[in-house]
């Protein structure tokens, strides 16, 4: 089994950052990409940023510029760099990961969640 702990949200004023980590842990063989999703209140869950093991990126345009994301293959963990936040960022994070395991079966995972919250 694996599990993918979340931790870096809260409260902040627009105009401001936050830096969101997500950690894989438990049976892996190896984490192939990784991603961050927003759910908005009343709204479908939507990609906001994916990097493949190989680093290259893919962000959507409405926070291009803005948010970075990052990892470190040697903790498997995947990062989340959001500046200049803005109160329509307000939303529960989630992240993301295909994770490849000792089998060699490929399944993905899904973090809690946590809550980013941009005040005006």
């Known amino acids: 089994q694996v599990q993918l702990v979340e931790s870096g949200g809260g409260l902040v004023q627009a105009g401001g950052s936050l830096r969101l980590s997500c950690a894989a842990s438990?049976?892996?063989?190896?984490?192939?990409?990784m991603a961050w999703y927003r759910q908005a209140p009343g709204k479908q869950r939507e990609l906001v940023a994916r990097i493949s093991s190989d680093g290259s990126t893919n962000i959507v345009d409405s926070v291009k510029g803005r948010f970075t994301i990052s990892r470190d293959n040697a903790k498997n963990t995947v990062y989340l760099q959001m500046n200049s936040l803005k109160p329509e960022d307000t939303s529960v994070y989630y992240c993301n990961a295909f994770v490849l395991n000792y089998a060699k079966y490929t399944t993905s995972y899904w973090g809690q969640g946590t809550q980013v919250t941009v005040s005006s």
């Open positions: 438990g049976s892996i063989f190896r984490v192939n990409d």
